[in-house]
């Protein structure tokens, strides 16, 4: 059996498949959060506490006595300028690295310190993964090709998003599932859903997800006229996404910041069969396949978004092919539990 060490964020569902895989892999796992978490059944879960944002720098001691008393074989970080600089400065090996998205595209741009910062983290690791091929290339840049990266994407469980058919609907869902933050671009998206209603009385825009933005965003939706129309589902597990997904027509991620580099959520939209419109940015053109699996739209742009979306309004049967065609690609590339596989034979070849 081998013993595992995550540094992660234990709230977040990506990091939960990860230890629950290993975990019914028949490996001993355990998850050091600097954040509160429910707690995993069979895992070792190891909470630090921290009040402010960059306050796990000073938690490194603290890290040190837990491998000591853990003794793992592997120890794997996960978001590089904060778990995984931590993990950096523990000294301990073996250790791997995974780069999610803003660590590379955001954090190194901030002041020089900070660049060094992610780079030391990088440099200290044993292996590197990145979710997409977009964020490898960032990556690589950033350490000026000295490293290999593996690019190793979150996936999606294929069972648990299943093909969803999409009979005629009296009204069509446009939905997405974000969080609610100005990156995201909801706002870019109930501005083109509010032109769409003056010339369709039979929509409807479903958004899952919370976030500092939601006041922002509803009264945007009131101010356009479209509040009985938009649908705020608020926060919610992972584990109900799906249901939501099923009532949905068309998917949008209407994004504006860099750091979209993968795009998970568009992957589980695609698993159930939906075609997903969404902006040309960061690593979602590598995801989606304009006109074959979707739609891509100009960042920020609502007349590029409406337009797109009007045309899968209009076309259903281009809906549904484009949906089918979504699914497949997801089956061929991002099936979950071969992607969970790669780490796995990274984690041997480690060892």
């Not at 944002?53 to 000591?68: A, N, Q, T, W």
């Not at 660049?115 to 990145?130: E, V």
């Not at 964020?135 to 990266?149: E, F, M, P, V, Y």
């Not at 960061?282 to 337009?307: F, K, M, N, W």
């Amino acid at each position: 059996m081998r013993k595992l060490l995550y540094i992660g964020f234990g709230h977040s569902s990506h990091i939960i498949k990860w230890v629950r895989f290993f975990r019914d892999l028949g490996d001993w796992v355990t998850l050091i959060s600097f954040y509160p978490s429910e707690p995993i059944e069979g895992i070792d879960l190891k909470y630090i506490p921290c009040k402010r944002r960059f306050s796990p720098l000073l938690k490194v001691g603290e890290v040190k006595r837990l491998i000591d008393q853990v003794k793992p074989d592997i120890m794997h970080a996960h978001y590089v300028s904060s778990c995984g600089l931590v993990a950096a400065l523990s000294g301990f090996h073996p250790f791997v690295i995974s780069a999610w998205g803003d660590d590379i595209l955001e954090f190194p741009r901030k002041t020089p310190l900070h660049r060094l910062a992610a780079i030391k983290a990088l440099r200290s690791a044993d292996r590197i993964t990145a979710t997409s091929e977009t964020l490898a290339r960032k990556t690589d840049l950033l350490l000026n090709g000295t490293r290999k990266i593996n690019v190793i994407p979150f996936g999606v469980d294929i069972e648990r998003f299943k093909y969803v058919q999409r009979p005629p609907h009296e009204i069509i869902t446009i939905g997405t599932v974000r969080n609610l933050t100005p990156k995201y671009g909801i706002d870019v998206l109930i501005r083109s859903f509010a032109v769409l209603c003056r010339i369709r009385s039979d929509l409807r825009l479903l958004i899952v997800g919370d976030g500092p933005s939601r006041p922002d965003l509803a009264e945007l939706a009131a101010s356009l006229g479209v509040s009985k129309k938009v649908v705020f589902a608020g926060k919610i597990p992972n584990e109900r996404v799906f249901d939501y997904m099923k009532e949905m027509d068309i998917f949008a991620m209407p994004s504006v910041g860099e750091g979209e580099t993968f795009g998970v959520a568009a992957v589980e939209a695609m698993a159930t069969g939906l075609p997903v419109v969404a902006s040309k940015i960061g690593g979602l053109p590598e995801v989606i396949e304009d006109g074959v699996t979707g739609l891509l739209t100009v960042p920020g742009d609502s007349e590029s978004l409406r337009a797109a979306l009007e045309f899968y309004i209009m076309n259903q049967d281009k809906r549904i092919e484009d949906g089918i065609n979504a699914r497949k690609v997801v089956e061929k590339k991002y099936d979950w539990r071969e992607n969970a596989l790669l780490m796995d034979a990274l984690y041997r070849e480690l060892l």
